[in-house]
């Protein structure tokens, strides 16, 4: 296969690992939300829990508020659990594009190198051609002045 298919297949892999990592930061940004909506909810729950059974609100009406208040730390808790896991995919994601990136810098890295490794084979070749016709034209110099190469 050619280095420069290859070259193309690695930017093409980083390109993919790269959306797919905008769209993890985009769930990432929406489980962060979340998680701020369930503590807001479970702070705003606890408080009129609190509030109520200071108060002296009914039994029922205090039971209520303390079960809303444990329904919103759970949700708040879930919402952390997803959180942690967004960002541990998040992360792996990351560090699939660092290696990404790597691979293809590496791809471009030996496209180079043989680009001038071919050029410089192309030099040297161009360098004997000439040196060889130089050599060439000096014999046919020493042949005409008279001095052939069994008379040296």
Do not use: P
Not at 11 to 37: G, M, P, S, T, W
Not at 103 to 118: D, F, N, S, T
């Amino acid at each position: 296969m050619r280095l420069e298919v290859l070259c193309r297949y690695r930017a093409q892999v980083e390109d993919l690992v790269r959306l797919e990592l905008a769209e993890l930061d985009y769930r990432l940004q929406a489980a962060v939300a979340r998680h701020d909506e369930g503590r807001r909810r479970a702070n705003t729950a606890a408080v009129r829990y609190t509030n109520g059974s200071k108060s002296g609100l009914a039994a029922s009406d205090t039971t209520w508020q303390y079960h809303a208040w444990e329904a919103a730390t759970q949700e708040q808790a879930y919402a952390e659990d997803l959180l942690a896991r967004a960002q541990g995919t998040r992360d792996a994601k990351q560090a699939e594009l660092v290696l990404a990136i790597r691979e293809r810098k590496q791809m471009e890295i030996l496209v180079q190198r043989r680009a001038r490794h071919m050029q410089l084979r192309q030099w040297r070749r161009e360098q004997r051609e000439m040196d060889d016709f130089a050599n060439g034209r000096w014999a046919l110099t020493l042949r005409k002045d008279g001095f052939d190469e069994g008379n040296r």
